[in-house]
Structure formats: C-alpha cells, structure tokens
Nanobody
Framework: QVSLVESGGGSVQAGGSLRLSCTSS??????MAWVRQASGKEREGVAI????????DYAHSVKGRFTISRDNAKNTLYLQMHSLKPEDTAMYCC???????????????????WGQGNEVNRSS
C-alpha cells in the first residue's frame, strides 16, 4: 500500500504563487497527477506527468500558469502555481499508480493511489 501526503497549500493574495508538494511513502514509477475540486463543482484534472518527467499535460484553465514536476529521488511530486485566480480556490489532491493519459481523460479510476488533499485559497 502507498500513501500520498500533500503539503504547501494555504491562502494567497491576488496574483500570488504557491507550490504544492506530494510525498509518496515509496517510489512510484508511474504517471502522477494533480486534480482539484472546488466547493459545489466537479473534480477537475489539473496536470499530469510521465514517470520520468519527460512529458506533461495541463488543463486549459491552468496552462502557462502552473507547472507540474517530480523529484523521483525524493519520491515527491510538485505543482508550482503562479498568477493565482479566484477560480483556482479548491482542494488539490495528488494521485499516482496508473498509466499516462491526457489530463482531460483523467478519472479517479485511472490511478490506484490518491492523497487526502490540501486546500488552496486565493483570497480577495
């Protein structure tokens, strides 16, 4: 069994930046991804990365502002977020233990492991 633990969330002012981290209890040589769910909305895939990090894919809503990366030596996945907008306010979860797919096709069943989530709040 693998556990994923997110950290780095919080509140940020308009146009601010945050970096989320997701640490795995053991090395996952699989694609990994970030998803988010805002209050009253459906879950949305945010970004996905291949096992070695050579390829990534982003939701249209975050492209150019967010960057997904991973440090396999540290068993850690990252999401660097810049120019945060009100609509970025959500619970962000990381996932792993599955195959690569386009981010628009990502489902909960795509990955075997999911973290509990970390809240990001873009304050007014």
């Amino acid at each position: 069994q693998v556990s994923l633990v997110e950290s780095g969330g919080g509140s940020v002012q308009a146009g601010g930046s945050l970096r989320l981290s997701c640490t795995s209890s053991r090395y996952l040589y699989t694609a990994m991804a970030w998803v988010r769910q805002a209050s009253g909305k459906e879950r949305e895939g945010v970004a996905i990365i291949t096992p070695t990090g050579e390829a990534t894919d982003y939701a249209h809503s975050v492209k150019g502002r967010f960057t997904i990366s991973r440090d396999n030596a540290k068993n850690t996945l990252y999401l660097q977020m810049h120019s945060l907008k009100p609509e970025d306010t959500a619970m962000y979860c990381c996932g792993g233990g599955g195959s690569w797919t386009r981010i628009v096709l990502l489902k909960r069943s795509t990955f075997q492991y999911w973290g509990q989530g970390n809240e990001v709040n873009r304050s007014s």
